[in-house]
Structure formats: C-alpha cells, structure tokens
C-alpha cells in the first residue's frame, strides 16, 4: 500500500496536530453527539458484527463498477485457483500425469501427486466460491468475515467504541483496498483464523463457554491449514496462557472446565493432526512431509530461514525455473550480512505502509503506556514472539503478518485510547489529537478509494505487479470463442520475466478446454502433440504478442530459415 507515502504529506500531518494542539475543544459538541450515537450503535455488538460482515460485501460489490473482479497474475495466485479447482472436483490431488514435463510450472508439485504445495484453507475458500459461480466470491465472502471476526476479536479485549473503530479503519484499508481482496493471493483466511483463536481466549477464562472453545478450535484449524509457521508461533502465547489459567483454577480449588473447554479444544487437536497427516499422505506419499517442503526440497536453493545455508545451485531443464530460482532467489536473498540487514529493514517498511501509514503511526507514541497494560500484557508479549518469528525468516510480504496484525490492531487502537487520555497544561490535547489521527487516516482512506476507482489496479495502493496489456486473460478468452479444445504451446523469448507466467492448468487437464505447455530448448514436442491427437494447437509468443496456430507457426519458422 505505498499510495500512502505520497497521499499523507508530512506537512498536513504538523497542520492537523497542529491544529488540534491549539483549539483542543474544536467542535466538542458536534464530536460528543457523534460519539455518543457511534457507542451507542457499537454496543449492540452482534449487530455490529452482522452489519460489518454485510457491509463489507456491500462495498465491494457496489465497486465493481469501476473495479472489476481480479485477473491471476502472481504464481501463488495460479496454485491457489489449481488448488481450488482440485477441491471443488471433490479431490485433495490428482494423479501424475504422462505429459507432465511439458506442464511442469512454479509451485506445483506434479509427482508423486499433481498438486498444490500450499496449505489447503485459502484454497478451500476459493473452491467454495467456484461452486457458488467463481473464485473470487470466496474472496469476497473470506474478507467480510475476517472483518466480523476482528470486530469479535476486539469486543474481547476493548470497550465496544474502539473494537468497532478499529474494525472500520481495518476494514476499509486492508479488507476492502489492499491486495487481500482485489487477488486470490490470500492474507483473510488467516487473519480469521488468528481472530477467532486470541478473541476466544478473554471469553473462555472469563465464561467457560462451549461455544468459545469450539470457535478457538475453528480458529486453531484455520491458522494450521493458511499460514502454519505463522500460526504455530502465533500460538505459542496463547497455549503458555491458557496453561497458566488452568494450572491457577487447579491451585485455587475450582474444578478444571474440562467437558466446555478442555474436551472441545483436545479434540480439535486430535482431528486437526489427523487431517494434516491425511493430507500429507494423499498429497507427498508421507504423513510426515509437507507438500511445499517437497517442493522446496527439489527446486530450491534459497531456504527457508535466515540462518539456513544456501545450497548449490540447481540445474532445471526449464529456463524460467533457471531464471527465478538460481538468478532472481539469489539476488533477493544471498546469505550474506549485508543483505539480512537491508532485509530486516524492508520487512518493517513493508508492515509500516501496508498496515500503518502515517496517521495511525502517530498513535504508536503512547505504545510505553500499553506494555504497562497488565491486561493487554500477553497481546504485548505475543505481538514481540511474532516479530521475531517474521524476522526470521528469508523474505516478506504482508499476507505473511496475517495472525499477526490482528494482535497489532488491538495494541493499536489501546494507543489511542491512552493518548485521549493525554492532558498539556491541563487542555485534553490528546483528545484532540486521536480525532485527529481516526479522521485524518479515515479522509486519506477515502482518497485512496477515489485512486483506485480511477485507475482500477494501476493505483500503487494495490502493490502488485501488473500484467501487460496483451496476457494470458486475453488469449484465453480468444480460445473460448473458438469451437473445439485447444493445447497452447507457449515459447518464451530469451529475455522473458519468471515472475509472468502463463503455463498454469486446470485440475482435471485432459478434460479443460484449454491445455497450456512450454516449449522446452532441447525437448522435442513430438509427444505431447501425438498424446492430444484432436486438439487445436496454438504456438503463443508472450514477449512479442505473437499468436498463431501451431503448424502454420512452425512453416513460417521453416521458410525464414537460409
């Protein structure tokens, strides 16, 4: 979300506070009545919970007049929708296939299984969407409940004014305008599952409920199956808390809530390890490995910690793999000091501006006040065992803060309610100043909503790349005009960016329209043409534009010859 780096000039900053240092009591009245309705409506929080989820959609939906539903571009992107097509065949993988040297791609793994090296949940939700009519309704669908879960969340740790503020600034920046929802690349899914596990959490060892310890599980599932590592670090505070309740209701000589809270949660666990090892199994062939550890096993070199060594380069048949993996890895993430640094320092930028900008920073000045929070101290500590764990590994993008930043919006918004606090001289200049950051923050939000509309996915609020105007997308929809079943030959020139590829398939490949394969220097193409005996060949040229139908293509090719 770089947009806000130009949109929030450091001069309107110094003016607004300014300006709320001078007249601290600027529009009191007016301020009070709003407030007072906000609290009023915030308080009935299942319906703040509803009106948020709906909202959400509502929002989106309305903005699909000038931002239409999202292209794939990125890899991930192509692996979930693979993923997800699997799923909704009813399948967690498909057999190898005979031809699978032509189709081999990023981050498929095609044997022992054709399958995604993902964690199924984003998957899950996109598959759900593709049965309702499409993908991206699970996007859509994902979204909205990661804002009515952080609102739950909220309402455990905050008074119901400030959940619901947070849940708006939350929602708007991340849950509508970033990434998160204009692609299929994922960050909700976990945020829900984070959600769901520490707002669950007040309310178990405050109520012992059923029901509170059944949605820690749902949110334990999800965050094992969306960001695993993540997770799994994300809860180590959390299980450390919940020993600590217990063993204290042990020594104070109150009975252990084990048929609402411990019987639910272990057999969450039980069933959760179980389908992680089932999974396993069916995708790699052993419960133990998990399929994006094969993948990583086979193809790269870069690993997956800091303190990892790197491994001797690979050779690949492939080109673009040579190129991604041995060239661009290498360039990203080299091992030594000089780049761990500058990494580090990436990572806090990149949270800074996807998550932050410069008006919520503001409120971060009163973060001393919330470590003395004897409350919120275990968000403190988990929010720092987090960090560490993101910092430990090589590269960054904001998805991968995903249980994170729900800890992050709590501490954040217990900021503010410290600085409304702060008194100059006796003036309430910090009253003054919160308004300040929640109004000035919601105002840049809307001009970032007036970018985007403009300029739908060219706006750097979205920080992804974008395709070229002649893609994939378009070659595709020519091909579905065209009577019959087609097999795409794509050949990339010399000079070809990794990072824009088109050799992606459907789950069930011999029965999609379209079959999409590389051509390999030094493979000969003769099997794969006698194995699709019936299909339209096409030969798509994507560095130059070019498309033609394959033997016409290869003549062409002949008589240029000397």
Known sequence: MGGHLALEAWWVVVVSLAVALLIPVMGERAFRAVEGAFTAFAEKRTTAIITVFLGTILIRVLMLVRLPIPVPFVHDEFCFLVQADMFAHGKLAFATHPMARYFETFYINFSPTYSSIFPPAQAAVLAFGELLGHPWIGVLLSCAAMSAAVLWMLQGWLPAQWALIGTILFTLRIGIL????????????????????????????????????????????????????????????VAVAMGMW??????????????????????????????????????????????????????????????????????????????????????????????????????????????LGVYLSLALIAFPWVVKDRR??????????CLVGLLAVTGFRPHYAAPIIVTFLALLMQCLRHLREWKFFGYPVGLS????????????????????????????????????????????????????????????????????????????????????????????????LAYYPNRKVWL??????????????????????P
Request: positive net charge; hydrophobic residues 50%; charged residues 15%.
């Open 178 to 237: 970033s990434y998160w929802m204009n692609s299929y690349w994922g960050g909700a899914v976990a945020a829900t599952g984070a959600a769901l596990v520490i707002g669950a959490l007040p309310r178990i060892q405050k109520h012992q409920r059923l029901r509170d310890a059944l949605w820690m599980g749902i949110g334990l599932a999800i965050l094992a199956n969306s960001r695993p590592l993540e997770g799994f670090i994300f809860c180590i505070p």
């Open 246 to 355: 217990l063993w204290k209701l042990r020594k104070g000589g109150e009975s252990l809530p084990i048929r609402n809270v411990i019987l639910p949660l272990s057999t969450a666990l039980v069933l959760l390890v179980c389908f992680t090892l089932y999974y396993n199994w069916r995708i790699t062939g052993n419960p133990l490995e998990i399929p994006n550890a094969l993948f990583i096993n086979k193809y790269l070199s870069v690993r997956l910690f800091l303190w990892q060594k790197i491994l001797p380069a690979k050779h690949y048949a492939n080109p673009q793999f040579q190129q991604l993996f041995n060239v661009w890895s290498l360039q990203e993430f080299d091992g030594t000091w000089a780049v761990v640094k500058r990494d580090t320092l990436l990572k806090f930028v990149f949270f800074w501006r996807f998550f």
């Open 376 to 385: 919120l101290r275990l968000l403190v500590i988990q929010f720092a065992v």
């Open 433 to 528: 100043w919160s308004r300040a950051i929640i109004l000035m923050s919601l105002a840049t939000t809307g001009i970032c909503f007036a970018g985007v509309m403009r300029n739908p996915y060219v706006a750097p609020y979205f920080d992804r790349w974008q395709p070229h105007n002649w893609g994939r997308v378009q070659v595709s929809s020519t091909l579905r005009q065209i009577p019959g079943d087609h097999l795409v030959i794509v050949r990339y020139g010399p000079e070809h960016d990794a990072h824009q590829e088109w050799v992606y398939n459907a789950a069930d490949i011999d029965h999609a329209r379209i079959v999409w394969a590389r051509e390999i220097p030094g493979m000969d193409l003769a099997p794969l």
């Open 540 to 561: 798509v040229e994507p560095d130059v534009g070019y498309m033609a139908p394959y033997a016409a293509a290869q003549g062409e090719a002949g008589k240029e010859k």
